[in-house]
């Protein structure tokens, strides 16, 4: 057979067994992954610290009161929600005792009282007489002896008549012990304030917080005009953080609502907690009134600047691979390359480029998504356009 006929037999299946193993390869090449490029552009870059738990709105005052001493609520002169001046009597327990203990203490002053105008009187009178007898003696129509024991007598009279004025004091003070006792049972305003809980209803038994023993206060007050923050700093945050240092705060009760703040104290100990990461509590206050009506007890975050670079070129810090590589997409072999950056300041939200990129560039932030690793074959998403420099 000559080759002529072979080829024209053979090459007809060479191209069909081509065309299959082609159609093979296609169907079985890896498609490519299809990331998300963000281009780096220039904005400010801050360094920040956050809090490690939870933050609360804090009032400047605020006084959980107790009686000192217990008994029945006689007299509740407020409701929770009520707005109350300095002074006002809030809340009294039955102490009609107390009452009559002051009644007595005080007929026992009056009677000292007039016991002291007959035992002085009587005093003065002793006095005038041994003044007659000395003037005697000395003439010479009374001894010596007369003169002494009329002396004695005035000495006497004069004592008399001191102890008398003593015990005018002593009912005095004890009267004076008397009011003490009965402001034991009473609770007056510390500041001007909103009575935020009672605990306890007229006619029912209020007892007070012994020693070491947490019972809740019969009356919350606390003072609404001045709010701050108060929030807990990881140990290792604690040396960078300095009073007057701006921050940003955001409330879960007032999304998208940040509002400014300065911290103003920094807890000079750390907290050591059971079973939770040891903090450091700063106190944060408004740069201004914030505006809307907050609530003691809200949460809080408080994110603390430490320092600032304006119009710096920057990436998000998500797309960084180890701190100090990025991942961009070879536009001309359609693969995804590793490329060596140089990192500044950061924040979990932005970090400054120092060298390795240039504005404009486009970088891989979808770093996530399955398949997406150095070498592998992408193309950039539809919607890349939607992270270009703003």
């Known amino acids: 057979m000559n080759t002529s006929i072979l080829l024209r037999r053979v090459l007809p299946a060479l191209v069909v067994l081509a065309l299959a193993a082609g159609a093979w390869f296609w169907s079985t090449r890896t498609k490519p992954v299809t990331v998300v490029l963000k281009a780096v552009d220039r904005g400010n870059v801050e360094s920040t610290v956050v809090n490690t738990r939870a933050g609360t709105v804090e009032a400047c005052q605020r006084t959980r009161l107790s009686t000192i001493m217990g008994g029945r609520i006689e007299y509740l002169g407020v409701k929770e929600g009520d707005k109350v001046k300095k002074g006002q009597l809030l809340m009294k327990l039955w102490n009609d005792d107390q009452k009559a203990q002051q009644a007595l203490a005080e007929a026992q002053r009056a009677m000292a009282a007039q016991r002291v105008k007959e035992v002085c009187t009587t005093a003065a009178s002793a006095a005038r007489d041994a003044e007659r007898q000395t003037a005697l003696k000395n003439k010479g129509f009374v001894s010596e002896a007369r003169e002494d024991t009329a002396k004695s007598e005035a000495d006497a009279r004069a004592a008399a008549c001191a ?49 070491g023993v947490a019972t809740p206060p019969a009356i919350d007050l606390i003072d ?128 400054e480029i120092v060298e390795g990129l240039s504005e404009g560039e486009r970088i891989v932030i979808s770093l996530e998504r399955e398949g997406v690793k150095v070498g592998a074959r992408a193309t950039a998403a539809a919607d890349a356009a939607a992270v270009a420099p703003k």
């Open 163 to 211: 102890t008398a004025r003593a015990d005018v004091a002593q009912a005095a003070a004890r009267i004076n012990v008397t009011r003490v006792e009965q402001g034991r049972m009473s609770l007056y305003a510390p500041f001007d304030g909103t009575v935020a809980k009672i605990v306890g209803e007229l006619g029912e038994y209020s007892t007070p917080s012994p020693p």
């Open 224 to 351: 609404e005009s001045c709010l701050y923050i108060e929030a807990p700093m990881d140990e290792v945050d604690a040396p960078r953080i300095q009073v007057g240092q701006p921050v940003r705060v955001s409330l879960d009760a007032l999304p998208k609502q940040p509002l400014a703040g300065k911290v103003r104290r920094v807890a000079p100990y750390v907290l050591a907690v059971e079973k939770q990461a040891r903090t450091v509590d700063v106190e944060v206050d408004f740069e201004r009134p914030p505006g809307v009506n907050l609530l003691v007890g809200y949460s809080a975050d408080v994110e603390i600047v430490l320092a600032g670079r304006p119009n710096v070129l920057r990436v998000p810090t998500a797309a960084l691979i180890e701190g100090s590589k990025v991942m961009v997409l070879n536009v001309d072999s359609g693969k995804l390359e590793e490329r060596k950056v140089k990192a500044g300041m950061a924040n979990w939200e932005f970090t």
